[in-house]
């Protein structure tokens, strides 16, 4: 193994650019902001004290940038997850004891182990089930979600955290009268100035300005007093090093939990990590890696008192809108959210909450994707009716269920196409030795006495029913006027079993018609199937050519080449070689 792919940290670290160190350090000062309040809320979610939020938020997105192959994914404690942990631990254990604790601890363990295991065995490849519709419509959803969840603390009304979006909105809609002005004043203000910073003074760290400007304001003119929402005390103390307690009977208790959670928080965080991934072309990201690296982040934690780890939504967007370039930003943010457990506590008391949600809220609305749809209108309805189911499915009935809702989409479509292929009649165009379709070519010329027929997809069990059936279809409607069958083998890739067996049975069929038929431009592998089968000896060295032209000539002077067995596998031994 290459020891760069397994620590991309040498990979990135060693090329380094100066220029992007800027970028770096003020992304990781403002998601490391970020990361105190929701940290807090987090652990809350789960049902664990407020300081274990905090450590996660630390130790995990430490070990991500030494593992990790996306530059801006902000690894920590997300919402989902958090509720799946309190949802699993809590059959075991009551909310909030000892053992509860230990228990979401023993989890975020055994969640690591599984993911490490799956990136090993390169079992990253289930990312390939996530198409580009479904990363589109789960992206546009979840922004909607986290950002509509902030209306809370923009409005400053009192609105329980959900994630289906019709429950927000009716919410909120219910609590419009208790909105707090002045709260919605700094939040509405925050807004405008990240906006503003945004397009007319790029370089300067919009977010970390108006987290400066809002604590300063609120402090001076004591806003607090007068109802504005802050963070307020934050718990204090570094993460000690201990062994999680392994109790078997637990374990396999926990077994299930862990094997969900491996695999949504890992889908959680590839999907955010191709989403930022699209915008930048100097890095690719390694869906087996990045398992290894979300693993090995919830591993470590759990040795300092973690919880289930994965690639943050929000902060990854404010990670890339601030221009983090590499994961030194994800460090820095661990560091600050360390350097805050241990000295800056004070620093952040005053900051509201309007504030961060108005970073978070401009940051997710901007993935929010309007081109991805009017282009998939023009050219892919197919792919728009999956993009949008799994965009109603993930806002209006949860993440999780979106993500599976889209790859069972995505591959019920994959497996209709695998059955009805294209295919094809051909027609010469005139004056040329050249065939095409003749449903997007009008005027070429077809022989009645000739079915050209093109098959463009690998031939196989799943397909070979619709491919005998088209066949037939068309030799149908061309009547007692059909003579000869030419399949054009250009587009055949490959045969299977069932495609021999489908092929025997056609040839029957036709010479039972008194009608030949014919094959032109086998490849390689088809070429190997036929003859290892022993197929060829039904269809006849003499019926094989290498251009639809060559077979269209042969049947027009009825020839009967004395030498095309000879040049058919003199054909195959330099085609092959």
């Known amino acids: 193994m290459n020891i760069k792919s397994f620590f991309p940290i040498i990979d990135w670290a060693s090329n380094y650019n100066k220029a992007w160190l800027k970028g770096d350090i003020s992304a990781g000062l403002t998601v490391g902001i970020m990361l105190i309040p929701q940290g807090i809320a987090y652990a809350m979610i789960a049902g664990l004290p407020p300081i274990y939020g905090l450590y996660t938020a630390m130790i995990p997105q430490l070990v991500y940038a030494i593992f990790g192959t996306s530059r801006q994914l902000a690894v920590g404690p997300v919402a989902m997850d958090s509720l799946i942990v309190a949802a699993g631990v809590a059959t075991l254990a009551d909310i909030g004891t000892e053992n509860f604790i230990a228990f979401a601890i023993l989890l975020a363990f055994m969640m690591g182990v599984f993911q490490v295991l799956f990136g090993l065995f390169k079992l990253g490849f289930l990312v390939n089930f996530l198409s580009k519709p479904v990363i589109s419509g789960f992206t546009s959803a979840a922004s909607l979600i986290i950002g509509l969840n902030q209306l809370k603390h923009l409005l400053g009304i009192n609105l329980a955290r959900n994630s289906k979006l019709q429950n927000i909105t009716v919410e909120a809609v219910k609590h419009i009268d208790e909105i707090h002005w002045l709260t919605f004043a700094i939040g509405v203000s925050a807004i405008v100035i990240i906006v503003l910073f945004k397009k007319y003074f790029k370089k300067i760290p919009a977010a970390l300005v108006v987290v400066i400007l809002s604590i300063l304001v609120v402090k001076l003119l004591h806003l607090d007093q007068y109802g504005v929402k802050i963070v307020g005390d934050i718990p204090k103390g570094l993460p000690d090093f201990r062994i999680p307690h392994f109790d078997k009977a637990i374990m396999i208790k926990l077994l299930p939990i862990a094997l969900t959670l ?38 470590v934690g759990s040795f300092f008192q973690t919880y289930a780890a994965t690639g943050g939504f929000s902060r990854t967007a404010v990670n890339d809108q601030a221009e983090a370039k590499t994961p030194l930003a994800a460090i820095v943010a661990a560091f600050v959210v360390g350097l805050t457990l241990l000295f800056l506590t004070p620093a952040f008391y005053y900051l509201p909450k309007a504030v961060l949600a108005a970073i978070i809220m401009v940051a997710v609305f901007g993935l929010l994707d309007f081109n991805i749809p009017k282009q998939l209108l023009k050219y892919a309805k197919r792919d728009l009716v999956i993009l949008n189911v799994t965009l109603l499915a993930t806002a209006m009935i949860g993440i999780k269920v979106g993500i599976l809702v889209g790859v069972v989409l995505s591959l019920g479509m994959l497996i209709y196409k695998s059955t009805k292929p294209h295919i094809a009649i051909l027609g010469q165009v005139p004056e040329t030795h050249f065939y095409r379709n003749r449903k997007r070519f009008k005027d070429v010329i077809i022989n009645d006495e000739v079915l050209i027929v093109r098959f463009d997809a690998q031939l196989h069990f799943a397909n070979t029913t619709y491919f005998k059936d088209k066949l037939q279809e068309f030799a149908d409607y061309k009547g007692e006027k059909l003579k000869v069958v030419i399949i054009d083998g250009e587009s055949l890739n490959n045969l299977d079993s069932s495609a021999v067996y489908a092929l025997d049975e056609l040839l029957d069929y036709f010479h039972a018609k008194n009608i030949e038929v014919v094959f032109t431009g086998l490849k390689g592998p088809v070429r190997d199937v036929i003859n290892k089968s022993g197929l060829i000896a039904k269809i006849g060295y003499d019926r094989c050519f290498m251009s639809i032209q060559e077979a269209v000539d042969c049947y027009n002077t009825s020839c009967k080449n004395s030498n095309a067995e000879h040049k058919f596998q003199d054909f195959i031994k330099q085609a092959d070689s």
């Open 262 to 299: 491996s695999f949504i928080a890992f889908l959680e965080a590839i999907s955010v990590a191709k989403a930022i991934e699209i915008k930048h072309d100097d890095y690719k990201v390694v869906p087996s890696q990045e398992l290894i690296a979300i693993g090995m982040g919830n591993i």
